[in-house]
């Protein structure tokens, strides 16, 4: 069970869009439709941005989308804002009935 | 609303066994389709999944920990236990846990988390 691979960084300007990827493999991200991402600022914990892929729980900004093609799936954030620097992490369910994050990525607001 | 705050030690010596307690209130454990999970955060590193308590006493394990953890809950208590055995230095990190999503056939997500505890292994 290997983490998801997503890039270390991202960075962008206020207003831009940014995009992170997170890769995994059919027996997970390309398996199923169930992809979630997670913010964290330091020191706190993770907070639920995006579950099955493109949903959104009540309260997370639309600057924040999901979609998924074949094993990739990514989180756009529009209209980038400067609380939007964090660090950001996908997971995925699996074939075997676990759970598997990404390595994160550190998205900074230039 | 949904809470859950983690507690247990927060220096363990290597090769001793670390026992954490996620204590909850908001749902029950009993409930069909309720889960608890626990994942870790080595400093400066990734989120790693380690394991999931369902309501019905099923348990699922990170595969290359299964040896080493045990998942149990106290339904009565509103507790979720997590041990895991042979500690190493490399165990350092800090421990959440978490409930999963309860609404069917969109439940493989963590909607709401502990703070965290923070366990170091060093003699």
């Known amino acids: 069970q290997s983490a998801l691979t997503q890039p270390a960084s991202v960075s962008g300007s206020p207003g831009q869009s940014i995009t992170i990827s997170c890769t995994g493999t059919?027996?997970?991200?390309?398996?199923?439709?169930?992809v979630s991402w997670y913010q964290q600022h330091p020191g706190k914990a993770p907070k639920l941005m995006i579950f099955?892929?493109?949903d959104r729980p009540s309260g997370v900004s639309n600057r924040f989308s999901g979609s998924k093609s074949g094993n990739t799936a990514s989180l756009t954030i529009s209209g980038l804002q400067a609380e939007d620097e964090a660090d950001y992490y996908c997971?995925?369910?699996?074939?075997?009935?676990?759970?598997?994050f990404g390595t994160g990525t550190k998205v900074s607001v230039l | 609303q949904i809470t859950l705050k983690e507690s247990g030690p927060t220096l363990v010596k290597p090769t001793q066994t670390l026992t954490l307690t996620c204590t909850f209130s908001?749902?029950?454990?009993?409930?069909?389709?309720?889960?608890v999970g626990w994942i870790r955060q080595p400093p400066g590193k990734a989120l790693e999944w380690l394991a999931l308590?369902?309501?019905?006493?099923?348990?699922r394990y990170r595969p290359s920990l299964k040896s080493r953890l045990t998942i149990a809950k106290d339904t009565s208590k509103n507790q979720v236990v997590l041990t895991m055995t042979n500690m190493d230095p490399v165990d350092t990190a800090t421990y959440y846990c978490?409930?999963?999503?309860?609404?069917?056939?969109?439940?493989?997500?963590?909607?709401?988390w502990g703070q965290g505890t923070m366990v170091i292994v060093s003699s």
């Open positions: 978490a409930h999963r999503r309860v609404v069917a056939a969109s439940r493989h997500a963590y909607d709401i």
């Open positions: 908001g749902f029950s454990l009993s409930t069909s389709g309720v889960a």
């Open positions: 308590m369902y309501w019905d006493d099923d348990k």
């Open positions: 059919s027996s997970d991200v390309g398996g199923f439709n169930y």
């Open positions: 099955d892929v493109s």
């Open positions: 997971s995925s369910y699996t074939r075997s009935s676990t759970y598997v």
